[in-house]
């Protein structure tokens, strides 16, 4: 360790990540304690603090606060992701422990980490034994996201490792900090709190019945009737959780149980959240500290380390913490719940002066390895050894980066059978727990139309396949398509989403328009024309757009359709309104929200222009799509996708990570759409590099085509590549294969390479 304060190329910058006073608990006081050891030992260190906040708003955080993340806002976590990456931290240090991050088993603490790519070091203060189902994954995640983890006693260690399978490399055991003060005589601290001539038993921490200490009162009686002056002191305020679940009630059952035992004048109950100073004096001024904890499994107990640093005899439970920091007669065991144990062990102190004296000196030498200054290195230590470490990027085979890839029907049909084409998988495996849905089936219908090569047999084949999953859920008494088909060919509700059914009719209107046989497209017509008028009740507009690129569709095969020219008008003009309302000088677009498949609402409006010859709904559309495009251009100049994080978030700019391929699909199309409307060639390359994204020009590196058997993976994260193959992913680089092929004979653009610069 380099001595002083100066650490020449070492970190000099972490983000600290847990609970900060002034919140009322243990982890906020070491929290607190972890940030100001690092500055008093490295005062060079910058240490950027994210305290999390269970009450938004309900504390006054200090100055070295940098910024508090609202518990249970999963998008607060994604922006201080963001932050901690702009800060130029070099590490980030997790203080974790079950209850103080939101979603189940505080799986947003996962979402934070797993959207930066510094080295993490995360210190566990619970190491369960047997974690729920929950427990484990998000345990387990913490675990591989980690550069190294930090335990406080050797069992934490050795529950990792036979629990979870851990490395035990990665894990360090680092005990808990404790002040530095000087061994003194209980007596000369007593006049404080008037406790002179009394022999203190102390018992510190929030009150809560995982404390035990209905053990402690029921031993007073014995210890009592051998020293008539012992006084058990329970200092601490009741748990917040407690309290805001039944008041006041378990503070009053102890009070009646010291009633009934007659030895309520030998406990003092000190209903208080003292700060560290106090509570040390009030540690210094025991005669003996006692921890009857009822729970073996406990790992880390901070007022157990206090009163060892204090140099305090201790009488305990053998919970796993106490077993190690007390072992080699430095303190004294009991069994878990003996009150009469803890009377034999707290009478044999109090007899004998000797001993105790003994006892609290052999405690206060171990407490000395364990100062805040020594802990400050261990951390520093840990951090520097893995300033380098990255988490590993799940990539892809690397591809040539310039071709356009032949459409390739292999994927899709591993997706399918005699139903339709299933919804997820797993890695490239179909996973039939989650059946079938309209909108694949729909996207499916509309690829069959436009795929080659392919064997006419095998088109015909899958086109009946997919029309008949379409036909199959109209649910005329509803006049609503339905959307989830379990595996079992069970319908999972009545009617879909509006956007579903919106797919859905878009779908129709293009196979009527581009079907190669006539019994589809004559098919279509027929349910497009007993079906489209549903549209009319959309207030989505998702949905809306759908319905007009049906439309559209259905207006390129039957010039003058009258429900079509409905469609289109209606919902034209109600977007351009939708524009009106939300638009600002920064922001040019339907909503105030980002959100998935963005693209089709220009898309809508462009071809709908073209349809009715109607300026303004094209120019909306080419306007907005300018915009959209821009804010799906990473700084660099790649296609960025805007992802399922940034969804949702009024007037903000998109995040980087969760593309999925769905967006690249849509700024295909809407960009095709552009350039057939204008021939402006500026639309034809925006298309090819949205289409690049699928080579692996994007922000990863890393190509989501899958080129050898035509698949594509889910999405781009900020580790990788998400590696399973859903159908709306393969159909989406299907589709995009389709579309860049047609636009590329229109307009005589061959794909080149990323240019240079970008």
Same mark, same amino acid.
């Given at each position: 360790?380099?001595?002083?304060?100066?650490?020449?190329?070492?970190?000099?910058?972490?983000?600290?990540?847990?609970?900060?006073?002034?919140?009322?608990?243990?982890?906020?006081?070491?929290?607190?304690?972890?940030?100001?050891?690092?500055?008093?030992?490295?005062?060079?260190?910058?240490?950027?603090?994210?305290?999390?906040?269970?009450?938004?708003?309900?504390?006054?955080?200090?100055?070295?606060?940098?910024?508090?993340?609202?518990?249970?806002?999963?998008?607060?976590?994604?922006?201080?992701?963001?932050?901690?990456?702009?800060?130029?931290?070099?590490?980030?240090?997790?203080?974790?422990?079950?209850?103080?991050?939101?979603?189940?088993?505080?799986?947003?603490?996962?979402?934070?980490?797993?959207?930066?790519?510094?080295?993490?070091?995360?210190?566990?203060?619970?190491?369960?034994?047997?974690?729920?189902?929950?427990?484990?994954?998000?345990?387990?995640?913490?675990?591989?996201?980690?550069?190294?983890?930090?335990?406080?006693?050797?069992?934490?260690?050795?529950?990792?490792?036979?629990?979870?399978?851990?490395?035990?490399?990665?894990?360090?055991?680092?005990?808990?900090?404790?002040?530095?003060?000087?061994?003194?005589?209980?007596?000369?601290?007593?006049?404080?709190?008037?406790?002179?001539?009394?022999?203190?038993?102390?018992?510190?921490?929030?009150?809560?019945?995982?404390?035990?200490?209905?053990?402690?009162?029921?031993?007073?009686?014995?210890?009592?009737?051998?020293?008539?002056?012992?006084?058990?002191?329970?200092?601490?305020?009741?748990?917040?959780?407690?309290?805001?679940?039944?008041?006041?009630?378990?503070?009053?059952?102890?009070?009646?149980?010291?009633?009934?035992?007659?030895?309520?004048?030998?406990?003092?109950?000190?209903?208080?959240?003292?700060?560290?100073?106090?509570?040390?004096?009030?540690?210094?001024?025991?005669?003996?500290?006692?921890?009857?904890?009822?729970?073996?499994?406990?790992?880390?107990?901070?007022?157990?380390?206090?009163?060892?640093? !204090?140099?305090?005899?201790?009488?305990? %439970? $053998?919970?796993?913490? @106490?077993? #190690?920091?007390?072992? +080699?007669?430095? /303190?004294? =065991?009991?069994?878990?719940?003996?009150?009469?144990?803890?009377?034999?062990?707290?009478?044999?102190?109090?007899?004998?002066?000797?001993?105790?004296?003994?006892?609290?000196?052999?405690?206060?030498?171990?407490?000395?390895?364990?100062?805040?200054?020594?802990?400050?290195?261990?951390?520093?230590?840990?951090?520097?050894?893995?300033?380098?470490?990255?988490?590993?990027?799940?990539?892809?085979?690397? !591809?040539?980066?310039?071709?356009?890839? %032949? $459409?390739?029907?292999? @994927?899709? #049909?591993?997706?399918? +059978?005699?139903? /339709?084409? =299933?919804?997820?998988?797993?890695?490239?495996?179909?996973?039939?727990?989650?059946?079938?849905?309209?909108?694949?089936?729909?996207?499916?219908?509309?690829?069959?139309?436009?795929?080659?090569?392919?064997?006419?047999?095998?088109?015909?084949?899958?086109?009946?396949?997919?029309?008949?999953?379409?036909?199959?859920?109209?649910?005329?008494?509803?006049?609503?398509?339905?959307?989830?088909?379990?595996?079992?060919?069970?319908?999972?509700?009545?009617?879909?989403?509006?956007?579903?059914?919106?797919?859905?009719?878009?779908?129709? /209107?293009?196979?009527?328009?581009?079907?190669?046989?006539?019994?589809?497209?004559?098919?279509?017509?027929?349910?497009?024309?007993?079906?489209?008028?549903?549209?009319?009740?959309?207030?989505?507009?998702?949905?809306?757009?759908?319905?007009?690129?049906?439309?559209?569709?259905?207006?390129?095969?039957?010039?003058?359709?009258?429900?079509?020219?409905?469609?289109?008008?209606?919902?034209?003009?109600?977007?351009?309104?939708?524009?009106?309302?939300?638009?600002?000088?920064?922001?040019?677009?339907?909503?105030?929200?980002?959100?998935?498949?963005?693209?089709?609402?220009?898309?809508?409006?462009?071809?709908?222009?073209?349809?009715?010859?109607?300026?303004?709904?094209?120019?909306?559309?080419?306007?907005?799509?300018?915009?959209?495009?821009?804010?799906?251009?990473?700084?660099?100049?790649?296609?960025?996708?805007?992802?399922?994080?940034?969804?949702?978030?009024?007037?903000?700019?998109?995040?980087?990570?969760?593309?999925?391929?769905?967006?690249?699909?849509?700024?295909?199309?809407?960009?095709?759409?552009?350039?057939?409307?204008?021939?402006?060639?500026?639309?034809?390359?925006?298309?090819?590099?949205?289409?690049?994204?699928?080579?692996?020009?994007?922000?990863?590196?890393?190509?989501?085509?899958?080129?050898?058997?035509?698949?594509?993976?889910?999405?781009?994260?900020?580790?990788?590549?998400?590696?399973?193959?859903?159908?709306?992913?393969?159909?989406?680089?299907?589709?995009?294969?389709?579309?860049?092929?047609?636009?590329?004979?229109?307009?005589?653009?061959?794909?080149?390479?990323?240019?240079?610069?970008?």
């Amino acid at each position: 360790m380099v001595q002083g304060s100066q650490r020449p190329d070492r970190v000099d910058h972490i983000a600290l990540i847990g609970n900060f006073l002034p919140r009322k608990c243990g982890l906020a006081t070491f929290t607190t304690d972890c940030f100001a050891a690092l500055r008093a030992r490295f005062p060079d260190m910058r240490v950027d603090v994210y305290a999390m906040d269970d009450r938004p708003g309900g504390y006054a955080y200090p100055p070295e606060v940098t910024a508090s993340i609202p518990q249970q806002d999963r998008d607060a976590y994604l922006d201080t992701a963001r932050a901690i990456d702009a800060s130029g931290a070099q590490a980030i240090w997790v203080q974790h422990e079950y209850g103080i991050y939101g979603g189940a088993a505080g799986e947003h603490l996962i979402a934070l980490l797993d959207r930066t790519t510094l080295p993490v070091i995360a210190t566990l203060h619970t190491v369960l034994e047997r974690p729920s189902a929950d427990e484990r994954r998000v345990m387990e995640a913490l675990l591989r996201r980690a550069a190294r983890v930090i335990v406080m006693a050797q069992k934490g260690r050795d529950i990792l490792h036979r629990v979870h399978g851990v490395d035990m490399r990665k894990v360090a055991v680092v005990p808990h900090g404790v002040p530095d003060r000087a061994l003194v005589d209980p007596d000369a601290m007593k006049e404080r709190f008037g406790w002179e001539g009394r022999q203190v038993i102390l018992t510190f921490g929030l009150l809560a019945p995982s404390k035990g200490i209905e053990t402690l009162i029921e031993a007073m009686p014995a210890i009592v009737a051998r020293h008539p002056d012992a006084l058990y002191v329970i200092l601490g305020a009741t748990h917040p959780n407690l309290v805001a679940h039944e008041g006041e009630a378990y503070r009053d059952r102890l009070h009646a149980l010291a009633a009934t035992l007659g030895v309520e004048r030998n406990i003092a109950f000190v209903n208080a959240f003292v700060e560290q100073e106090e509570l040390l004096d009030h540690i210094q001024a025991a005669d003996i500290y006692a921890t009857p904890y009822p729970n073996p499994a406990q790992i880390t107990s901070g007022t157990l380390s206090y009163a060892v640093a !204090m140099g305090k005899p201790v009488v305990s %439970t $053998p919970y796993v913490h @106490a077993t #190690e920091i007390l072992a +080699d007669d430095h /303190g004294v =065991l009991v069994d878990f719940g003996d009150s009469a144990a803890f009377a034999r062990a707290i009478v044999g102190l109090l007899d004998d002066a000797e001993e105790r004296v003994t006892l609290a000196q052999r405690a206060y030498a171990r407490g000395r390895t364990m100062i805040w200054p020594r802990i400050a290195e261990a951390v520093a230590d840990l951090i520097d050894a893995v300033r380098d470490s990255r988490p590993p990027r799940i990539g892809a085979a690397p !591809m040539a980066p310039a071709a356009i890839l %032949t $459409p390739d029907f292999r @994927a899709v #049909e591993r997706m399918s +059978d005699a139903t /339709g084409m =299933l919804q997820h998988s797993i890695y490239a495996v179909p996973d039939r727990r989650h059946g079938y849905c309209i909108d694949d089936n729909a996207r499916a219908l509309i690829l069959m139309h436009r795929i080659d090569p392919i064997d006419e047999s095998e088109r015909d084949r899958w086109t009946s396949v997919y029309a008949a999953f379409v036909q199959y859920a109209w649910n005329p008494d509803k006049r609503r398509f339905r959307n989830f088909m379990r595996f079992d060919r069970q319908w999972c509700e009545d009617a879909g989403s509006e956007d579903s059914n919106g797919r859905t009719l878009w779908a129709l /209107g293009v196979t009527a328009s581009e079907a190669r046989d006539r019994k589809y497209r004559d098919w279509a017509r027929m349910l497009f024309d007993d079906t489209a008028s549903i549209s009319l009740e959309f207030g989505s507009p998702r949905a809306c757009a759908f319905a007009m690129l049906g439309a559209a569709a259905m207006l390129e095969a039957h010039p003058g359709h009258a429900l079509s020219t409905q469609i289109l008008e209606r919902f034209g003009g109600e977007l351009m309104d939708l524009l009106d309302e939300a638009r600002r000088p920064e922001w040019e677009w339907f909503e105030i929200v980002l959100a998935y498949d963005n693209a089709r609402l220009p898309e809508a409006l462009i071809r709908a222009g073209h349809a009715l010859n109607r300026s303004d709904l094209l120019a909306c559309g080419l306007s907005t799509l300018d915009w959209i495009v821009g804010r799906q251009t990473s700084p660099e100049g790649r296609f960025r996708a805007v992802g399922t994080e940034s969804f949702g978030r009024a007037y903000a700019e998109p995040m980087q990570f969760d593309q999925q391929p769905l967006e690249a699909q849509a700024t295909i199309d809407a960009c095709a759409a552009a350039f057939a409307a204008t021939g402006d060639a500026h639309w034809a390359q925006e298309a090819h590099r949205a289409y690049r994204w699928y080579l692996g020009q994007n922000d990863l590196d890393l190509p989501l085509a899958s080129v050898g058997d035509g698949g594509c993976f889910d999405g781009l994260n900020p580790h990788g590549l998400n590696r399973n193959q859903g159908a709306e992913s393969i159909l989406a680089l299907q589709l995009a294969n389709c579309a860049i092929s047609a636009l590329s004979q229109r307009a005589q653009i061959v794909a080149d390479p990323e240019p240079a610069a970008a």
